[in-house]
């Protein structure tokens, strides 16, 4: 099956052209053409990103990127006739740079007479990991996913710990109640200085500071860690970072580097404790572990994943190659293509699609 995806949700346009076959737990991914425009450095000089410059960002360069994409995939008149539908991302994300995909991929969708297949960007996020990259070594990748698994999906605008019961049956069992870790890392990163986005920075800095001492030097809160559900909460630690950051006088880069350090430490350590109590609390029918989004990227996070599945001998652990950890359009046509085989009816849907700024992807 040929899907061509389009990804606007937040801060990268992304177009890619799929051929992908067999099975579900293990479909055969073929990437024909796959190009990406971030818009990272144009948001950096406002800490985060600016909703309207997206959306004139994603305007500008969705033709350019598809042109790319269908120049990389080398199809002729004839074979492009044979792509199967135009998979979009329809939510969550900024509602004005979602509608801008929409409304290219509905308007491509009339020009080539294909359906249009609207994608939860979340769920592209958790089948990211179905692809495989013979080009790094990402463990278990080859092997078939078995459901039922848990997800923790880690991003800029979500913390969310998933119960996949099957492809197309999600429950959230556990959800940040303010900012998202991703978020977190960014916010803290720029209260130290350092450039958008916060996460790769801080972990650079904390990977250091690691190396040379076993123990923080800065103590900070481990927010609801011991409560009894599996909630997350973010927003204490980074004002816990800036009360400690008004007692400082001036910020050296040591102390930079020891902040960004402890909040790593903290951050993780309330990741994995709940993680750890979602996949006790599921018990034995539990036979993965899924790890993705932005933050899946993390060294320290992959670490300390490693040491906990020591506890759970069990349970398989599957994180995207670093290519598929953050936004990007292959992910997106994943995603389309396990609704394709599950519903098939969705290739058939006239209902115009609406971008929703906060798409669930539980039913
Ligand atoms: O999934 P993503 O690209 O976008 C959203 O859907 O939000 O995630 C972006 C987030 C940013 O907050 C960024 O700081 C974080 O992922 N991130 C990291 C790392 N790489 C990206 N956080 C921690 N460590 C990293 N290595
Ligand atoms: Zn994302």
Known sequence: MKILAIETSCDETAVALLDINGALEKPDIKVLGNTLLSQVALHAQYGGVYPN?????????????????????????AELRTVDCIAVTNGPGLEPALWVGINFAEKLGKSWHK??????????????????????????????????????????????????????????IGRTRDDAVGEAFDKTARMLGLPYPGGPEISRLA??????SANDKIKLPRPMIHSKNLDFSFSGLKTAVLYRLKTEKG????????????????????????????????????????????????AHLSQELEKLMGK???IVLRIPTKLLTTDNAIMIGIAAFIKIKKTPETLKEKTPIIASGNLSFTS
């Open 53 to 77: 410059l997206a959306k004139r960002e994603h305007e500008k360069n969705l033709p350019i990127l598809l042109e790319q994409t269908l120049r990389e995939a080398q199809l002729s008149e």
């Open 115 to 172: 359906p249009v297949v609207p994608v939860n960007h979340m769920e592209g996020h958790l089948v990211s990991v179905l692809f495989r990259d013979e080009n790094a070594k990402i463990k278990n990748q080859n092997e078939k996913l078995e459901l039922p698994a848990l997800g923790l999906l880690v991003s800029g605008g979500h913390t969310e710990l998933v119960h996949i019961k099957d492809f197309g049956n999600y429950e959230i």
């Open 207 to 212: 990977e250091k500071v690691r190396k040379r």
């Open 251 to 298: 910020l050296n880069d040591k102390f930079k580097a020891d902040m960004a350090r402890a909040f790593e430490d903290a951050a993780v350590e309330v990741l994995i404790e709940k993680t750890r109590k979602a996949l006790f609390e599921l018990g034995d029918k539990i036979k993965t572990l899924i790890v993705a989004g932005g933050v899946s990227a993390n």
């Open 312 to 314: 759970f001998s069990n």
